[in-house]
């Protein structure tokens, strides 16, 4: 009888080799879905930079004492990829402004006059095929148009 490799023995070394190979694919699939991922999520944390920019540049720009304060912003990323709701939630105002109601907040000292409360809340189109799964970011920050 000559010395050789047995039926069973290739069966084995099938069987162990395309375990590796699936464990090995397995774990590029996860890192695959994780570098698409984490894409996602820096895109939607410069386009909620931007926007929070775009919302200051129009309160800078917009004249308070005749036409009120601006409170609320709604910004479609030019791809529609991801949507931003920007909140204004408090105007740091000092003594004589007011934007009325509850929404502005005297001050006794003029360096920060002219300070927002705002929070900015970034959703991504789940009907987007670059978005594989959702993603939802919220900051708040007070800032100075």
Do not use: W
């Not at 590029?28 to 698409?36: E, I, M, P, V």
């Not at 408090?90 to 109601?101: F, N, P, V």
């Amino acid at each position: 009888m000559r010395h050789a490799f047995g039926l069973p023995q290739v069966l084995l070394i099938i069987l162990f080799i395309g375990g590796i190979v699936s464990v090995t694919m397995r774990y590029a699939s996860l890192g695959a879905k994780h570098y698409a991922d984490s894409y996602t999520r820096e895109q939607a944390e410069l386009f909620m930079q931007s926007a929070t920019e775009a919302a200051l540049l129009q309160i800078s720009g917009h004249n308070r004492t005749t036409q009120g304060c601006l409170n609320n912003f709604n910004i479609t990323s030019s791809d529609n990829r991801f949507t931003a709701q920007i909140t204004v939630e408090k105007y740091y105002l000092a003594d004589g402004t007011s934007c009325g109601g509850a929404l502005s907040e005297p001050l006794q000292t003029e360096e920060s006059n002219g300070m927002i409360s705002i929070r900015t809340v970034v959703d991504s189109n789940n009907s987007h095929p670059k978005n594989l799964h959702p993603v939802r970011l919220e900051r708040r920050s007070l800032q100075r148009p």
